[in-house]
């Protein structure tokens, strides 16, 4: 991925429609559902922040899936990546606005889990009980 690639919504935006394979919904799905990308455009739909930001407020991820994450989200038009001509470079991740939009489903998604997860955990032991 190269550093002067900060504008993909435009790249996409300047491609030849029939030229392009639509995603099956369910590859859209995966992308968004993985484990980490969730947190990922969470954290980048409250403004631009910065790859160790991410890496603290990510419990969990490595280096090295933070890195392919972010590259699969920024492909996939959901993040803008942006390098700013510093020593060390500087670079941030914001949310496009097709991530934004997506914001308050993905927030009502980790509203329900924390409103059931204890029932959840309680199925979980009866069911394993059985």
Not at 31 to 57: D, H, M, N, Y
Not at 70 to 95: F, I, K
Not at 99 to 113: I, K
Request: charged content about 25%.
């Amino acid at each position: 991925m190269s550093q002067g690639n900060t504008a993909v919504t435009e790249q996409v935006s300047a491609i030849d429609p029939e030229k392009l394979e639509a995603c099956t919904l369910l590859e859209v799905l995966n992308r968004i559902s993985g484990k980490w990308a969730i947190g990922i455009l969470l954290e980048a739909s409250q403004g631009p922040v910065r790859f160790t930001e991410l890496e603290r407020s990510v419990a969990g991820i490595s280096r090295r899936m933070l890195t392919l994450t972010l590259r699969n989200l920024e492909r996939d038009g959901l993040l803008e990546r942006t390098v700013y001509p510093t020593v060390p470079p500087r670079v941030e991740y914001e949310a496009t606005p097709m991530a934004r939009e997506l914001y308050g489903t993905l927030s009502g998604l980790v509203d329900w889990a924390q409103r059931h997860r204890e029932a959840i955990a309680v199925a979980r032991e009866a069911y394993d009980s059985q």
